[in-house]
């Protein structure tokens, strides 16, 4: 069974860093791309950023330039360091790995979320 299992959630002033951890673990054989979606009170799940297998990366134009994305792909495991944090970037994070092959097939995970709060 493959679970993804996000850390390091939690309350941080303005201006301040968070770092995200999310582990996948299972029999998987490989992932495409790992990333990390948010979803803001009352607002739609939108694409924080992703890397592929191959380091490739994307960002959303918010966050460019305060948040990277790094990647461990012996250990199955996305961080997301953000840096310069603004009241806005205040979410539930989720985890994601696409085209992930295990055992029994090849899908898409999300991790249950962990809540950044930024106060102003």
């Known amino acids: 069974q493959v679970q993804l299992v996000e850390s390091g959630g939690g309350l941080v002033q303005a201006g301040g860093s968070l770092r995200l951890s999310c582990a996948a673990s299972g029999t998987i054989f490989s992932i495409n791309a790992m990333g990390w979606y948010r979803q803001a009170p009352g607002k739609q799940r939108e694409l924080v950023g992703k890397i592929t297998s191959g380091g490739n990366l994307y960002y959303t134009d918010s966050v460019k330039g305060r948040f990277t994305i790094s990647r461990d792909n012996a250990e199955n495991t996305v961080y997301l360091q953000m840096n310069s944090l603004k009241p806005e970037d205040t979410a539930v994070y989720y985890c994601?790995?696409?085209?992930?092959?295990?055992?029994?097939?090849?899908?898409?995970?999300w991790g249950k979320g962990t809540l950044v709060t930024v106060s102003s």
């Open positions: 994601y790995a696409g085209g992930l092959s295990y055992n029994l097939g090849t899908m898409d995970y």
